[in-house]
T-cell receptor
Framework: SQQGEEDPQALSIQEGENATMNCSYKTSINNLQWYRQNSGRGLVHLILIRSNEREKHSGRLRVTLDTSKKSSSLLITASRAADTASYFC???????????FGRGTSLIVHP | ETGVTQTPRHLVMGMTNKKSLKCEQH?????MYWYKQSAKKPLELMFVYSLEERVENNSVPSRFSPECPNSSHLFLHLHTLQPEDSALYLC?????????????FGPGTRLTVT
């Protein structure tokens, strides 16, 4: 069954605004990863956060992980039109790594 | 450029054809993956190879046949496909199959089955 589920399915914002998307999962995990996909292209890895970490930063990206709520969030600050893409979370099944992706959040940033 | 290349980028084939997708990684990784991405559906893991041995086969129909001759190359052999197999096929690699490392994806092969 699907492990990670992103929310919202679609997000439309203006350039300069912040974008927040969430990922919920069902079973315990070893780590959670966020990826970006531009239309019809391959996925690009953004951040990996391990189960014993609560927050990680990379440039304008901030990822949080709450294992008690089985959820993670990805915050993109000061968004740009180039951030327009689909964003996916990927989780393992806790014990053996079978990467499972959600359906993704489609982000549109209007210039 | 992620260090993972896929060929061809686009493929149109009939249901009776036989074709192969190729993936090559230049990262020195030990694990490689095939995914299928269809519209409106989550990314589906098809096959996982770790150190050239298949470690996961997610109940994929036998009309898809993977081959991993060495840790840098991965193939997906296709035969007697169905129209519902039309999708974007993505290859990925990671340092190992433990799940502790990120995956690097190729650009994908857009497959259309007519």
């Amino acid at each position: 069954s699907q492990q990670g589920e992103e929310d919202p399915q679609a997000l439309s914002i203006q350039e300069g605004e912040n974008a927040t998307m969430n990922c919920s999962y069902k079973t315990s995990i070893n780590n959670l990863q966020w990826y970006r996909q531009n239309s019809g292209r391959g996925l690009v890895h953004l951040i990996l956060i391990r189960s014993n970490e609560r927050e990680k930063h990379s440039g304008r990206l901030r990822v949080t992980l709450d294992t008690s709520k089985k959820s993670s969030s990805l915050l993109i600050t000061a968004s740009r039109a180039a951030d327009t893409a689909s964003y996916f979370c990927a989780t393992d099944q806790g014990g053996s790594y079978i990467p499972t992706f959600g359906r993704g959040t489609s982000l549109i940033v209007h210039p | 450029e992620t260090g993972v290349t896929q060929t061809p980028r686009h493929l149109v084939m009939g249901m009776t054809n036989k074709k192969s997708l190729k993936c090559e990684q230049h990262l020195g990784h030990n694990a490689m993956y095939w995914y299928k991405q269809s519209a409106k559906k989550p990314l589906e893991l098809m096959f996982v190879y770790s150190l050239e041995e298949r470690v996961e086969n997610n109940s994929v129909p036998s009309r898809f046949s993977p081959e991993c001759p060495n840790s840098s190359h991965l193939f997906l052999h296709l035969h007697t496909l169905q129209p519902e197999d039309s999708a974007l096929y993505l290859c990925a690699s990671s340092q190992d199959g433990s799940g502790n490392y990120e995956q690097y994806f190729g650009p994908g092969t857009r497959l259309t089955v007519t």
